[in-house]
């Protein structure tokens, strides 16, 4: 139980574009998603949180009008990196929660963005 | 400020051998510590630990926390180059229920 997909896996696109990552709950309902941003060999950066129906909200620093994170249903968030530039190139990944009070988190096998 | 420190950065030891990860924290309404094995893509739960003193075990890792000194350490006992990954301890606090992590610490095992 507790999987966590996420798509595409990998992404390469050019500058100026946008590019859209779901992250779904296969087996169970998140209320609360969160979508996290990896450099290599540096430790995980929480970029949002996003709960299903309301807005996400936002890590300092992280711009909300680059980084459009939608929580449409309890199985499904999606993020949405606009106007990509190279310096967006990472690896994403998102998390989910199960309602409840856990701080447990399930971890999507994340996606490599290449921006060129 | 750091907030969740893990020690040492990195580790190299043989296959068989006994290794103990730090993690420190200093957060204001701590809640809980999650211990994560990454490898190659997203990080996969170990433990999560709320209680000081009480030891959690799954093979041959074992966890525990010290709420008074805030510390948490892993230990993985009779290492196996399977072992190889990057260990993540994260903190959970406040009513967020986000979590904040730490910078890891890269296992390899040699043979």
């Given at each position: ?48 949180t996003s709960n299903e129906g ?63 | ?111």
């Amino acid at each position: 139980g507790a999987v966590v997909s996420q798509h595409p896996s990998r992404v390469i696109c050019k500058s100026g574009t946008s590019v859209k990552i779901e992250c779904r709950s296969l087996d169970f309902q998140a209320t609360t998603m969160f979508w996290y941003r990896q450099f290599p060999k540096k430790s995980l950066m929480l970029m949002a949180t996003s709960n299903e129906g309301s807005k996400a909200t936002y890590e300092q620093g992280v711009e909300k009008d680059k980084f459009l994170i939608n929580h449409a249903s309890l199985t499904l968030s999606t993020l949405t990196v606009t106007s990509a530039h190279p310096e967006d190139s990472s690896f994403y990944i998102c998390s989910a929660r199960a309602g409840g009070v856990t701080y447990e988190q399930y971890f999507g096998p994340g996606t490599r963005l290449t921006v060129t | 400020e750091d907030k969740v420190v893990q020690s040492p950065l990195s580790l190299v030891v043989h296959e068989g051998d006994t290794v103990t990860l730090n993690c420190s924290y200093e957060v204001t309404n701590f809640r809980s510590l999650l211990w994560y094995k990454q490898e190659k893509k997203a990080p996969t739960f170990l433990f999560m630990l709320t209680s000081s003193g009480i030891e959690k075990k799954s093979g041959r890792l074992s966890s525990i926390l010290d709420k008074k000194e805030l510390f948490s350490i892993l230990n993985i006992t009779a290492t196996q180059t399977g072992d190889s990954a990057i260990y993540l301890c994260a903190v959970g606090e406040g009513t967020a229920s986000k979590l904040t992590f730490g910078t890891g610490t890269r296992l390899q095992v040699t043979l």
